[in-house]
């Protein structure tokens, strides 16, 4: 797709954008309903560094959707039960190495009271839910898990499934490793700005998350403790959170986070921080009875951090990005940095565009299993 082509995709959406239909919400008795969703079309033209120019197509698109679904039941003022899902579709052409699930859900049910929250069904860890860090308000692609991978292939990051699935290094300064794996999930009423939350899993791996489903922990138990604080002093909300992570008894992920807004702006920044205690299920170095590939599981034994600031001025947020992981063990390790813009054309639309830099080093780092350059992305959002 050209520039011109990809003009074609966002001016009739300027046009249509006014008559969008808003989420919708329907009441019955003591039941409330919710619907609502997104819908995202990118552009990406990409520029490679010239020992890797031929490693992908120098113009990308994605797609995706998504839909929100909720049905709530209020006993009381104090006591509510509800049944929540949610849906991700892709539609983009797939790049060599990281293939982005085509469908992926959260279905859980939730009950709150004065005694704080229990959620049980798929859906995330309580110190992913309770992260706080880089500023994502302006970036189509977020600065964790980035979408930068739908436009430029990391070796690192190889998730198409099977045998061949492995990360190399962490995606994220957030606890994803069971992204959206069936969990238990309690989160305390909050006192002074403060809460605490549990998760446990009898099975941290889902197809979703960095585990691989044929490591031989794969089956293993996880539980999860954070911690999040929300302040507040004269001008400036202060956001902060700690998380504690135990996967297969004995692979301990750590990570922190603090962002301050002030005004009109924010900045923000985390860190997160993995390493096998014991000897159990060592990092894979090697091809195994399974067949999987050397270092698959390399993310146990690394660090990640984040950093941004964005500023909002009208409809316009502007922010600056970067991202950066390392492996312990090998020479592994992703940046990128983004200076990213949205523009919120009204309650329906907003409009992308985006400047990344990528460099993903391998362990040899080789053109075969780097990658280096920039991409220009553009796209619009509709929120449905």
């Given at each position: 797709m050209n520039k011109s082509a990809a003009l074609s995709l966002i001016l009739p959406v300027l046009l249509l954008s006014e008559t969008s239909a808003q989420a919708m919400q329907f009441e019955y008795d003591n039941w409330t309903f919710n619907a609502g969703g997104t819908f995202k079309v990118l552009y990406g033209q990409n520029s490679y560094e010239k020992q890797y120019d031929n490693t992908d197509n120098h113009n990308e698109t994605y797609s995706g959707a998504n839909i929100n679904l909720s049905a709530t039941y209020k006993f009381t003022p104090r006591y509510q039960l509800g049944f929540y899902y949610s849906t991700d579709t892709d539609g983009n052409n797939y790049l060599n190495d990281y293939s982005p699930n085509e469908w992926d859900e959260q279905f859980y049910a939730a009950l709150q009271s004065p005694y704080g929250e229990i959620q049980i069904?798929?859906?995330?860890?309580?110190?992913?839910?309770?992260?706080?860090?880089?500023?994502?308000?302006?970036?189509?692609?977020?600065?964790?898990?980035?979408?930068?991978?739908?436009?430029?292939?990391?070796?690192?990051?190889?998730?198409?499934?099977?045998?061949?699935?492995?990360?190399?290094?962490?995606?994220?300064?957030?606890?994803?490793?069971?992204?959206?794996?069936?969990?238990?999930?309690?989160?305390?009423?909050?006192?002074?700005?403060?809460?605490?939350?549990?998760?446990?899993?009898?099975?941290?791996?889902?197809?979703?998350?960095?585990?691989?489903?044929?490591?031989?922990?794969?089956?293993?138990?996880?539980?999860?403790?954070?911690?999040?604080?929300?302040?507040?002093?004269?001008?400036?909300?202060?956001?902060?959170?700690?998380?504690?992570?135990?996967?297969?008894?004995?692979?301990?992920?750590?990570?922190?986070?603090?962002?301050?807004?002030?005004?009109?702006?924010?900045?923000?920044?985390?860190?997160?921080?993995?390493?096998?205690?014991?000897?159990?299920?060592?990092?894979?170095?090697?091809?195994?009875?399974?067949?999987?590939?050397?270092?698959?599981?390399?993310?146990?034994?690394?660090?990640?951090?984040?950093?941004?600031?964005?500023?909002?001025?009208?409809?316009?947020?502007?922010?600056?990005?970067?991202f950066e992981t390392k492996a312990d063990l090998t020479q592994n390790q992703d940046k990128y940095i983004q200076f990213t813009n949205q523009y919120q054309y009204n309650e329906y639309l907003s409009l992308f565009a985006t400047v990344a830099h990528v460099s993903f080093t391998g362990a040899d780092n080789t053109a075969a299993d780097s990658n280096k350059g920039y991409s220009y992305i553009t796209g619009f959002m509709l929120n449905i």
């Open positions: 069904g798929q859906n995330y860890n309580v110190a992913y839910l309770f992260y706080a860090g880089a500023p994502n308000a302006a970036s189509p692609l977020g600065i964790n898990d980035s979408s930068i991978v739908n436009f430029y292939s990391n070796p690192n990051w190889i998730n198409n499934g099977g045998k061949r699935a492995a990360y190399r290094t962490l995606n994220s300064t957030q606890l994803d490793t069971d992204n959206v794996a069936t969990k238990f999930n309690y989160i305390s009423p909050e006192f002074h700005g403060t809460r605490f939350g549990f998760t446990y899993m009898p099975e941290a791996y889902i197809n979703q998350g960095l585990i691989n489903g044929y490591a031989p922990y794969h089956n293993e138990e996880a539980y999860v403790f954070a911690l999040s604080n929300n302040s507040r002093f004269g001008d400036f909300i202060i956001n902060s959170y700690l998380g504690y992570g135990l996967y297969a008894k004995e692979d301990k992920d750590y990570a922190a986070g603090l962002n301050i807004t002030w005004k009109e702006w924010t900045l923000g920044g985390s860190f997160r921080r993995t390493n096998v205690d014991g000897n159990r299920y060592p990092v894979n170095k090697q091809i195994n009875s399974y067949m999987t590939a050397p270092y698959f599981d390399n993310f146990r034994e690394g660090k990640a951090w984040n950093i941004g600031l964005s500023y909002t001025y009208g409809k316009l947020t502007t922010a600056l990005l970067y």
